[in-house]
């Protein structure tokens, strides 16, 4: 509950921070706040390589299956929103969204059979059950018919999956798959699509809750890896 708090009011201040102004500037200090990018566990992905790699491949190969358990079904979030979002200013941003994080779940597939099994780890099934619960917030967030929900919740999960996708990328790599393009939409392009759809005050609630719950799933992901990788490395 106190982690849970923590979080929380983490997020209340990005968004305090802008909370009259324009959306895309919300949503930026949302992901920025508490995004993949800014948790400890996640960012250690990207303090060394080779021997001086903070994470060990069991803690990578945790991440890619734990990921692909929360992100790697399809339909996923981004697809449940393009089937919520009647706003024209987002239609081809969602199409080429969910075409482009198809090949991203398709990569995920790929990193996570190629690091091999999840790392043995205490209270595994009670791990499996509490990313079940997550995926299924996800779903029920994505289908939301709250206009301007589900798009908060798909622009949040985009923005942050660049670096989500860095850390695949190093998983990957250890065991000899090589990375291709991402092709989603840039950050400009989706952060114009967030203005389009925004602007009334009803429509930016709507927004910015969705992305709140995004990435409050998304960092309830890493709090856990993070959890898992410190019971594995008691136990060394």
């Known amino acids: 509950m106190a982690l849970a708090a923590a979080q929380g009011l983490t997020m ?8 009259t102004g324009d959306i895309s500037q919300v949503i ?19 303090a060394g ?7 060990t491949l069991a803690d990578l190969a945790d991440a890619a299956h734990y990921l692909c358990l929360l992100h790697g079904r399809h339909p996923g979030v981004i697809d449940h929103a393009a089937t919520r979002s009647a706003d024209n200013g987002a239609r081809a941003w969602l199409v080429q969204a969910a075409d ?9 597939t790929q990193v996570t059979v190629a690091v091999g099994p999840v790392p ?4 595994q099934s009670d791990c499996e059950a509490i ?7 996800l779903d029920m967030l994505a289908q939301s018919d709250r206009r301007g929900c589900a798009m908060g919740a798909a622009i949040a999960l985009l ?30 392009a989706t952060f114009n699509v967030a203005r389009a759809i925004g602007g009334d005050d009803a429509t930016d609630r709507a927004i910015q809750f969705g992305a709140r719950q995004l990435l409050s799933q998304q960092r309830g992901l890493w709090d856990l890896l993070q959890a898992r990788a410190e019971i594995r490395r008691q136990k060394r």
């Open 100 to 108: 482009a994080f198809a090949r991203e779940r398709a990569y995920l």
């Open 49 to 55: 390589i080779g021997r001086d790699a903070v994470l």
């Open 159 to 188: 923005l942050d999956w660049r670096a989500v996708r860095h850390i695949l990328e190093m998983a990957g790599i250890r065991v000899g798959v090589e990375p291709h393009a991402c092709d989603l939409p840039d950050r400009a």
């Open 120 to 123: 043995s780890t205490a209270g």
């Open 12 to 19: 209340n201040e990005a968004a305090a921070r802008l909370g």
């Open 131 to 137: 990313v079940s619960q997550q995926r299924h917030a």
């Open 28 to 46: 930026e200090a949302l992901v920025a706040a508490d995004g993949t990018d800014g948790h400890a566990h996640a960012s250690s992905a990207r």
